[in-house]
């Protein structure tokens, strides 16, 4: 089933005028073909999640029962992750940013494509559930379940991570930068859905969580944190808060040059809707680096044990 879920997903990707950017930018497409990845339910790292992300992030059951779904075993659901890479005429484009007096911007095409890339992938979680509906099983999508939020406390983090959700399906590990390392690399989006369709399961190659990073594996690298204009990377990690202030300074220059052909989106923060915003993301840092297009330890003999 596996196989028929992605050549499904592939003909999505290639017909649907969602993945396409408006012509001001070429109309071309948003992402190349997916990746996907297995995990099941009753894998225990979903537990792990809980200290990592936060104690509100649910399990695949939990997930399953606060969507409406009834009662089953954990081992008889499945996450499905699906690794949405950026197209490598957005990833060459947005090597070279904008560069204003005081501030950096990522480029004009990623912004858009980043923001696209949003409704895209809301599609895309749809057209799982229902492919797996139409096969007679059930399935349901955590991002987009009102379960789904963002919690603010004195961090902040969501209910549903889709990059632990990714990296426990086997997709890849974290970078210095926090986002996921995948054989694609790490400009990419992520989506899952949760089924009780019986999936094989695609097993993780490292439970290392940087094991893909060149900094954390080789002690070497570190463009991102060279890429970084908030210094929101450091060799002691990546600080959230400095990135999300950075982002929002990126949002506030962005949206008004673009708001004529961004897309809105709603939003919930502490299990409350919030005004619509326009995503135009930042990413800077995984622009014109070693895992920007691919995972570079594939290049390297790699011992974690």
């Known amino acids: 089933m596996k196989d028929i879920l ?17 012509e001001k930018y070429e109309g071309g497409k948003i992402f190349s073909l997916p990746l996907i990845g297995i995990a099941q339910g009753n ?16 399990t695949p059951l939990e ?7 009834k009662q089953l075993p954990a081992s008889n659901l499945y996450t499905v ?12 484009k947005s090597i070279s940013p904008i560069r204003l007096p005081k501030m950096i911007l990522p ?16 599609y895309i979680m749809e057209q799982i559930v229902d492919f797996f509906q139409k096969e007679g099983y059930n399935a349901i999508s955590g991002k987009l379940s009102e379960s789904y939020t963002l919690v603010a406390k004195k961090d902040f983090y969501s209910t549903w991570s889709e990059n632990h959700v990714a990296f426990a399906a086997g997709l890849g590990t974290f970078g210095l ?17 949760i089924t009780d369709a019986p999936i094989k399961v695609t097993p993780r190659k490292s439970d290392e969580p940087y094991a893909n990073c060149l900094y954390y594996a080789k002690a070497t690298c570190r463009e991102c944190a060279k890429n970084c204009p908030a210094n929101a990377i450091t060799e002691k990690g990546y600080d959230k808060t400095k990135c999300n202030k950075y982002r929002n300074k990126v949002a506030r220059e962005m949206v008004p040059r673009l708001k004529p052909i961004l897309k809105a989106y709603d939003r919930r923060i502490n299990w409350k809707y919030k005004a619509q915003n326009y995503p135009v993301g930042c990413e800077l840092c995984q622009f014109g680096v070693e895992c920007m297009d691919k995972n570079p330890m594939i290049r390297h003999d790699l011992d974690f044990d």
């Open 6 to 22: 992605l050549e499904y997903l592939k003909v999505k990707f290639d017909k649907s005028e969602l993945n396409y950017l408006p």
């Open 43 to 58: 894998d225990p790292i979903f537990f792990k999640f809980k200290e990592i992300v936060g104690t509100e992030h649910y």
């Open 63 to 69: 997930m399953w029962l606060a969507s409406g779904q």
């Open 81 to 92: 992750s699906i690794v949405f890479p950026f197209t490598d005429d957005i990833r060459k």
């Open 107 to 122: 480029a004009e095409i990623y912004s858009v494509a980043r923001n696209y890339a949003k409704g895209f992938r809301n």
């Open 177 to 193: 930068h926090e986002g996921l390392i995948t054989d694609l690399g790490c400009n990419i989006r992520l989506a899952s859905v």
